[in-house]
């Protein structure tokens, strides 16, 4: 079982046995118990679970549908976000693609487009990209069922090894003016790694993220370039943010 599947386990397993002990989430892995210390570490560091007097908890957070539920959702809103996110798009280009729903809806946009490069983690992409004129990359990595999406130490350290021209980023949510947030520490490290070796990073997102949040903080609002919403963004405060953060706001009304 590699570390990411491991950790995964953990959580699934806190799931199912809230407040556990420590001893006994060791027990369920044929591991030495510093390596599930280890591993209680990351979970704590990312915010997936506490630690109290030797007893772990999983941090709660409002469940996210998965990704065939989600793509149903705010489907004008998304399509209207597409077509602006495609204008962006050149020839020569090599475009990173993350794994949310309205990511996928920019990749109906841009898959007739020709002389650029796709770049992604998400199978649903990979698999709406039918007779592409395009040559698309895929990284490695552990199966994320519900997000379509490959994560993990292979998807991650993919990315070390390129550069991209432009990368078109999801995410559950906005906290506050901190920045974007998820629920998985999976997903988290995949899209930091994502906006590393992205020369022009766009945030691409429906406005209900913005009053939504997941637990993790995986970007600041001055780690990207310009976001996309289809109605303007009503709180005061968050655009005089993104205005002193750099961040160009367009509006993609459907």
């Known amino acids: 079982m590699t570390v990411t599947a491991r950790r995964k386990s953990i ?11 420590v001893n006994e989430i060791i027990a369920q892995f044929d591991v ?14 990312a915010g997936s679970i506490t630690r109290t007097h030797g007893a772990v908890h ?9 990704f065939l539920t989600r793509n149903t959702l705010f489907t004008a809103e998304k399509q209207a976000i597409a077509k602006v996110a495609a204008g962006m798009v050149h020839s020569g280009d090599s475009v990173i693609l993350d794994s949310g729903t309205t990511v996928h809806a920019v990749a109906n946009e841009v898959k007739n487009k020709e002389n650029i490069t796709l770049i992604t983690n998400s199978l649903a992409i990979i698999s709406a990209l039918e007779a592409p004129k395009q040559d ?5 990595g552990l199966y994320d069922y519900d997000n379509l999406a490959l994560i993990g130490p292979d998807a991650e350290s993919f990315f070390d090894r390129i550069s991209a021209s432009i990368l078109f980023l999801g995410s559950t949510g906005i906290r506050g003016c901190d920045g974007m947030t998820v629920i998985s520490p999976f997903q988290a490290s995949v899209k930091r790694k994502m906006i590393q070796c ?6 691409v997102i429906d406005n209900s993220k913005i009053s939504s949040s997941g637990m993790i903080l995986f970007a600041y609002f001055t780690d990207i370039d310009a976001i996309i919403v289809p109605h303007p963004i ?5 655009l005089q943010h993104l205005e002193r953060s750099g961040v160009e706001v367009l509006v993609a009304m459907p």
């Open 32 to 45: 030495t118990p510093a390596t599930i210390r280890r591993d209680l570490s990351y979970l704590e560091e």
């Open 58 to 66: 999983l941090v709660t957070t409002p469940s996210v549908p998965g």
């Open 136 to 140: 698309i990359l895929l990284t490695g």
């Open 234 to 238: 009503e709180d005061p405060e968050l």
């Open 11 to 21: 959580i699934d397993y806190l799931q199912t046995n809230q407040n556990c002990d």
């Open 198 to 203: 992205a020369k022009k990073r766009i945030l």
